[in-house]
């Protein structure tokens, strides 16, 4: 896939507020600092589409991008960011869950991992809330070029060991970073052959 056109169309604070119509969504979400907007920017080759910041948890809104003018990108908050202040954090939790859960239009989330970590506790409570709820999701480890490929290799498969213990099928996964573009073609193919099984 080639992106043509991405444009920002809307920021909303609540899940039903989102744009009509039944262009297929692909949401992107992760913990706070975990490199998001830049991963957008680098897909949609806009380096400033979606604002980044030296401050982790900032987005505090769904925000909508339009693609090629047929499916919309995304932009989720960051989960687990506690200075954020308990009732933050509290309706940030609740905008996500309606959104993952009552947005029909959420075709594939993609959860952001940060290649350069253990596998943290609060990206695996995550992913096994999405398992509990049947929602459709892909894995993205982001900053693969903070260090050496084999220790981002590491890293992948322990995570992916990990989700073995509790899960007999693995989901799809991509290794990125938004500095070299590693793994924008992928992800955005896979973006595609998703799109076309829709057609």
């Known amino acids: 896939m080639e992106i043509t056109s991405a444009k920002f169309v809307v920021s909303n604070s609540r899940a039903d507020m989102c ?3 039944n262009l297929p969504e692909y949401a992107f979400i992760g913990r706070s600092n975990v490199g998001k907007s830049s991963l957008i920017n680098m897909l ?3 380096s400033k589409l979606a604002m980044t910041s030296s401050t982790p948890g900032k987005t505090l809104l769904i925000n909508h991008f339009l693609i090629n003018n047929s499916w919309y990108l995304v932009d989720l908050p960051g989960y687990g960011y506690a200075q954020r202040g308990k009732k933050v954090m509290e309706n940030i939790k609740n905008l996500i869950q309606h959104y993952v859960l009552e947005r029909i239009q959420m075709t594939c989330l993609f959860v952001l991992i940060d290649s350069r970590l253990e596998p943290q506790k609060i990206d695996l409570q995550f992913i096994e809330w999405l398992g509990e709820n049947s929602v459709p999701f892909a894995l993205v480890f982001t900053k693969s070029d903070k260090q050496s490929a084999g220790k981002t290799k590491q890293n992948v498969e322990r995570f992916l060991d ?6 007999e099928e693995l989901p799809p996964y991509f290794i990125t970073s938004s500095e070299k573009k590693t793994g924008r073609q992928e992800l955005l193919d896979y973006i595609e052959s998703v799109n076309r099984t829709l057609q």
């Open 19 to 21: 744009p009509d119509g």
């Open 44 to 46: 949609t080759n806009h």
């Open 162 to 167: 990990t989700l073995k213990e509790q899960w």
